[in-house]
Antibody
Framework: EVQLVESGGGLVQPGRSLRLSCTAS????????MSWVRQAPGKGLEWVGFIRSKAYGGTTEYAASVKGRFTISRDDSKSIAYLQMNNLKTEDTAVYYCNGGADAETYWGQGTLVTVSS | QSVLTQPPSASGTPGQWVIISCSGG????????VYWYQQLPGTAPRLLIYKNNQRPLGVPDRFSGSKSGTSASLAISGLRSEDEADYYCAAWDASLSAWVFGGGTKLTVL
């Protein structure tokens, strides 16, 4: 069974950094783009960004709200995608989900909560 | 303000047919595929429809998607209590170079 497991969430002060991980199992990780999507408390889904597979250059795209502060990377040897979040703001408080795959074979993690507060 | 527009709520009684709309523009829905997600309370989103009208394995055929121009719809037939959830549409936006979501529709089964 395919599993994506996010980790690294927690409470952090504004202006600080945090790195989230998304570990995949039973999944041909290297073949697929990996995305991050977040959901603020009581709000809808917001796309954060994604990283393409190495076959497509491993390049990244980001939402305007996080561009320049967040960085997505991947380690295909470990089947892990990362979300490095710098200069965090209170409005970044959300559950962060990773997802990967394509079309019918798309999988989501259970999410990890990031709370930005002083 | 979401790039894709969905009604905030919808409702129906068991066995009914419900349609949820998603309106966008020429550079998102009008030029690329639409995806639909179901989010049950307290859980992660689940892919319901991909590429406008395709269902992943395990999604009941009570769920169907369609697209016309810059709008898309999710139809649910034979409504069941377990369909009570939030539903989101999504598409790639070529002008933003970003995935965009609708604001979500909360479906209540009366």
């Amino acid at each position: 069974e395919v599993q994506l497991v996010e980790s690294g969430g927690g409470l952090v002060q504004p202006g600080r950094s945090l790195r989230l991980s998304c570990t995949a199992s039973e999944f041909t990780f290297g073949d697929y783009a990996m995305s991050w999507v977040r959901q603020a408390p009581g709000k809808g889904l917001e796309w954060v960004g994604f990283i393409r597979s190495k076959a497509y250059g491993g390049t990244t795209e980001y939402a305007a709200s996080v561009k320049g502060r967040f960085t997505i990377s991947r380690d295909d040897s470990k089947s892990i995608a990362y979300l490095q979040m710098n200069n965090l703001k209170t409005e970044d408080t959300a559950v962060y989900y990773c997802n990967g795959g394509a079309d019918a074979e798309t999988y989501w993690g259970q999410g990890t909560l990031v709370t930005v507060s002083s | 303000q979401s790039v894709l527009t969905q009604p905030p709520s919808a409702s129906g009684t068991p066995g009914q047919w419900v349609i949820i709309s998603c309106s966008g523009g020429s550079l998102n829905i009008g030029s690329d595929y639409v995806y639909w997600y179901q989010q049950l309370p307290g859980t992660a989103p689940r892919l319901l429809i991909y590429k406008n009208n395709q269902r992943p394995l395990g999604v009941p055929d009570r769920f169907s998607g369609s697209k016309s121009g810059t709008s898309a719809s999710l139809a649910i037939s034979g409504l069941r209590s377990e369909d009570e959830a939030d539903y989101y549409c999504a598409a790639w936006d070529a002008s933003l170079s970003a995935w965009v979501f609708g604001g979500g529709t909360k479906l209540t089964v009366l």
